[in-house]
T-cell receptor, first 113, second 110 residues
């Protein structure tokens, strides 16, 4: 998994509660991404980061916020979880100057009841 | 936004046969990438083809790109049971992000 870890790997929570997912990389790559994967939709970009404190929205950013205070960590927060946010969340990194490919973490399965 | 669309969505083949998947997209791209996802795992990069390339090989994988038709194909030759997975195409429009298709599920029967 190219030095990428995600935590937690599984989480069950209730509607209305805040949830934070963490992505950690050991390679100090510049670009980091959060995706969600749902049946019939493939992967959809939520937010991405191009450096510390530099982030931008993806195609499904509503209801999500992100923060990157250190190169190695990219946090995804659901301020008030809803059942529609039940999904599998993947973090990815891109080495940038070296290659345009992305390397994915193992995923976090989130269930919002 | 551009988005890859794979066709067919599901494919079941016998071990040793070839598997072909197609991907179409809507806007101009810098490159197109194919990824594999085994059940319950993250995506793994397979191959990248740039917009000025027409064909690329990597082991048993062959990718073609037709920018005039905005389409790509992935061929897996001599398939193995271990090739059972979902395959995604993703387009890079040069904006530091990828747009993924919905994926192709391939089942290789031993």
């Amino acid at each position: 998994d190219a030095g990428i870890t995600q935590s937690p790997r599984h989480k069950v929570t209730e509607t209305g509660t805040p949830v934070t997912l963490r992505c950690h990389q050991t390679e100090n790559h510049r670009y980091m991404y959060w995706y969600r994967q749902d049946p019939g939709h493939g992967l959809r970009l939520i937010h991405y980061s191009y450096g510390v404190k530099d982030t931008d929205k993806g195609e499904v950013s509503d209801g999500y916020s992100v923060s990157r205070s250190k190169t190695e960590d990219f946090l995804l927060t659901l301020e008030s979880a809803t059942s529609s946010q039940t999904s599998v969340y993947f973090c990815a990194i891109r080495p940038g100057q070296v290659t345009d490919t992305q390397y994915f973490g193992p995923g976090t399965r989130l269930t919002v009841l | 936004s551009q988005q890859g669309e794979e066709d067919p969505q599901a494919l079941s083949i016998q071990e040793g046969e070839n598997a072909t998947m197609n991907c179409s997209y809507k806007t101009s791209i810098n490159n197109l990438q194919w990824y594999r996802q085994n059940s319950g795992r993250g995506l793994v990069h397979l191959i990248l083809i740039r917009s000025n390339e027409r064909e690329k090989h990597s082991g048993r994988l062959r990718v073609t790109l037709d920018t005039s038709k905005k389409s790509s194909s992935l061929l897996i030759t001599a398939s193995r049971a271990a090739d059972t997975a979902s395959y995604f195409c993703a387009t890079d429009g040069g904006n530091n992000r990828l747009a993924f298709g919905k994926g192709n599920q391939v089942v290789v029967i031993p």
